[in-house]
Nanobody, 125 residues
Framework: QVQLVESGGGLVQAGGSLRLSCAAS????????MGWFRQAPGKEREFVAA????????YYADSVRGRFTISRDNAKNTVYLQMNSLKPEDTAVYYC??????????????????WGQGTQVTVSS
């Protein structure tokens, strides 16, 4: 079992930046692949970014590639999402998730085993 707690959300103007953090506790964090998803009101949960357990492989949704960067610090049991050049359409609740599977499936929400409670990101125009 692993517990995930997101932080760093808030209100920012378009073009601004935010860095989300997700702190993990419980079982060995370094054995999990991690992902970020988001959900806007009235919309389905959407994949944003993922990182393999080692941190050497990353994967991004087309909508955020080049603007967002996912990273992890296994010594601190934390995964980050650096969000730059934010747009109003990035407004959503952002969730981090942990995947404990033999085969890495980065973009499918149902492949993740543990979820945080979410943090709100609001981008004003």
């Amino acid at each position: 079992q692993v517990q995930l707690v997101e932080s760093g959300g808030g209100l920012v103007q378009a073009g601004g930046s935010l860095r989300l953090s997700c702190a993990a506790s419980g079982r060995t964090f370094s054995s999990y692949a991690m992902g970020w998803f988001r959900q806007a009101p009235g919309k389905e949960r959407e994949f944003v970014a993922a990182i393999a357990w080692s941190g050497t492989r990353t994967y991004y949704a087309d909508s955020v590639r080049g603007r967002f960067t996912i990273s992890r610090d296994n010594a601190k049991n934390t995964v980050y999402l650096q969000m730059n050049s934010l747009k109003p359409e990035d407004t959503a609740v952002y969730y981090c998730a942990a995947q404990d599977r033999t085969t890495w499936t980065p973009a499918r929400w149902y492949a993740y085993d543990y979820w945080g409670q979410g943090t709100q990101v609001t981008v004003s125009s």
